[in-house]
């Protein structure tokens, strides 16, 4: 039956056909049929897959909101999962010395026994790594960057998320009294360059936040001039939504494209997703060119360790390889956090 609504849009993407089928009666039957590999997939498929992953993008307590689980938890949880590392992002603070300490109490319930741990890389001896760094919510602060760096586990810098003028340019706020990241020339603000010199110096990685393709284009054209290794924190999330041709674009230019469990696996935070989305992303831009990570920690999510569990099955079960997760997961993390210098 036609539908003159069918193609109206919901977001930047969805559609309201789209929606309606992902909620048909005999959705999950069509996804089967469209899908036969999902009925090979079973609970432990992922675990080799786990051994020696990074999941760099994660939310634990303690914050500014309650989170499902506090650092020490998430830590010990990965550790068990045979993973490699972990990191943990604050919107508005530093996480570099909280990192080390979870690191350093991981490590010695390991080598106490009263934690396995079964990664099984090479680097083993190196111990379960842990990172932080800084969120600049409060802004762009090259002092607070400089001053972070001397922490031992400062990998990460993060640009604005809910302060960002970019993200509320998109979302239709006022928006020049965000904490700005390029300006009205299109070039990267002083403050904001001065930042990514200091990441290019010292090997430290940075997640663009929450912003639109205005601000993303000029920061990651600087980030190549210079030599900084940068994500696009889940650039399928609604509230900093990009479109693949814009992430292809930028991911030319060398950022890395951030694929995440948010939006995948829809919840009461977003529960109107196309979890293909993510799946058609990697297609399009290509596995070495995305990383993996949860950006879960949420109250109404799953724990991390088992979003990231799903999120593996589902890949599998939708046509994503083995190898081109691991390269995702593994290697392309590793290299975004300076891990393999």
Not at 116 to 145: L, M, Q, S
Not at 180 to 189: A, C, E, I, K, P
Not at 270 to 285: C, G, L, S, Y
Request: charged residues 25%; negative net charge.
């Amino acid at each position: 039956m036609c539908d003159e609504h069918a193609d109206v849009l919901v977001g930047r993407i969805l559609t309201v056909g789209r929606i309606r089928q992902l909620n048909a009666k005999d959705y999950f039957y069509q996804m089967l049929k469209d899908n036969p590999q999902l009925t090979a997939i079973y609970p432990g498929i992922e675990n080799e897959l786990l051994n020696g992953a990074i999941d760099h993008h994660i939310h634990a307590s303690p914050d500014f909101v309650h989170r499902s689980q506090d650092m020490f938890e998430v830590g010990i949880e990965a550790a068990k999962a045979g993973m490699r590392g972990v990191g943990f992002k604050d919107h508005f603070h530093l996480t570099a010395n909280a990192a080390y300490l979870v690191e350093k109490h991981v490590n010695m319930l390991i080598q106490r026994g009263e934690v396995e741990w079964p990664y099984k890389g090479p680097d083993r001896e190196k111990g379960f790594r842990v990172i932080g760094g800084i969120g600049t919510c409060h802004g762009v602060n090259p002092e607070a960057v400089r001053q972070g760096i001397k922490y031992p586990n400062f990998k990460m810098v993060w640009c604005p998320t809910f302060t960002s003028a970019g993200y509320l340019r998109g979302a239709g706020k006022e928006w020049r009294n965000g904490v700005r990241l390029v300006g009205d020339d299109g070039q990267v603000l002083p403050n904001v360059r001065e930042v990514m010199e200091l990441c290019a110096e010292h090997r430290i990685a940075m997640g663009f936040g929450h912003t639109d393709f205005i601000e993303l284009k000029p920061l990651a054209t600087l980030a190549r001039k210079l030599g900084v290794r940068a994500i696009l924190d889940h650039p399928l999330l609604e509230l900093n939504k990009l479109l693949i041709d814009e992430m292809k674009e930028l991911a030319d230019l060398g950022v890395y494209v951030g694929v995440y469990c948010q939006p995948m696996i829809p919840s009461i935070y977003q529960p109107v997703a196309d979890p293909f989305e993510t799946v058609e992303t990697i297609k399009a831009v290509g596995a070495e060119r995305c990383i993996i990570a949860s950006d879960f920690g949420q109250v109404l999510h799953l724990d991390t360790v088992d979003g990231i569990r799903i999120m593996i099955r589902a890949l599998l079960g939708f046509g994503i390889s083995k190898t081109e997760i691991e390269i995702m997961i593994k290697r392309n993390p590793a290299r975004l956090l300076h891990l393999e210098d």
